[in-house]
């Protein structure tokens, strides 16, 4: 079952601009992780957050959660032609310690 | 160079025909998975293995079946009881759990398997 959402679906920016997308889950999470996925490619692990954590850092990435709302959110800095990917957000099952749960993804086009 | 290995690349179905896709790792992670992805959509949990000999169902099992009789190998089967099976197939391993362990999965890079 899919727990987490993206929203937006799409985004396109112009090269340099920053770019944010935003994650929203029903329950409670061990921790949230970020993954970015080029066309036809398979996925690549960007970040985790864990559940006591409310902000993360990773380069031009930033991450934050808010379990009280049950959302997260990721940023992207500075963006480049090269971030040009979808994005999706990953949470664990409270029951089950092996099932991720992905979102649909927000599909990110950076514009040179 | 350490990672996960899918083959074939891209794989055709013909009608009523089983199909099987690899997927190797030499990460000497314990677990090991098999995602569907379809176009726009998240990735969907077909099988997980904890461990070597063991395996459990996902949230979308019907019309498929692995094993996982090595570490490093986790075979999925597209039988022809899966009557839409046209979609990307991703495999994944973790060290162990990505709950409370808060482990991450590693990737490879996917086989497009269509229906002749």
């Known amino acids: 079952s899919q727990q987490g959402e993206e929203d937006p679906q799409a985004l396109s920016i112009q090269e340099g601009e920053n770019a944010t997308m935003n994650c929203s889950y029903k329950?409670?999470?061990?921790?949230l992780q970020w993954y970015r996925q080029n066309s036809g490619r398979g996925l690549v692990h960007l970040i985790l957050i864990r559940s006591n954590e409310r902000e993360k850092h990773s380069g031009r990435l930033r991450v934050t959660l808010d379990t009280s709302k049950k959302s997260s959110s990721l940023l992207i800095t500075a963006s480049r032609a090269a971030d040009t990917a979808s994005y999706f957000c990953?949470?664990?099952?409270?029951?089950?310690?092996?099932?991720?749960?992905f979102g649909a993804g927000t599909t990110v086009t950076v514009r040179a | 160079d350490g990672g996960i290995t899918q083959s074939p690349k891209y794989l055709f179905r013909k009608e009523g025909q089983n199909v099987t896709l690899s997927c190797e790792q030499n990460?000497?992670?314990?677990?090991m998975y098999w995602y569907r992805q379809d176009p726009g959509q998240g990735l969907r949990l077909i099988y997980y293995s904890q461990i070597v000999n063991d395996f459990q169902k996902g949230d979308i099992a019907e019309g498929y079946s692995v094993s996982r009789e090595k570490k490093e190998s986790f075979p999925l089967t597209v039988t022809s009881a899966q009557k839409n099976p046209t979609a990307f197939y991703l495999c994944a391993s973790s060290i162990s759990g990505t709950g409370t362990y808060n482990e991450k999965l590693f990737f490879g890079s996917g086989t497009q398997l269509s229906v002749l």
């Open positions: 990953a949470t664990d099952d409270e029951l089950d310690d092996y099932k991720l749960s």
């Open positions: 990460l000497n992670h314990d677990a």
């Open positions: 329950t409670s999470i061990n921790n």
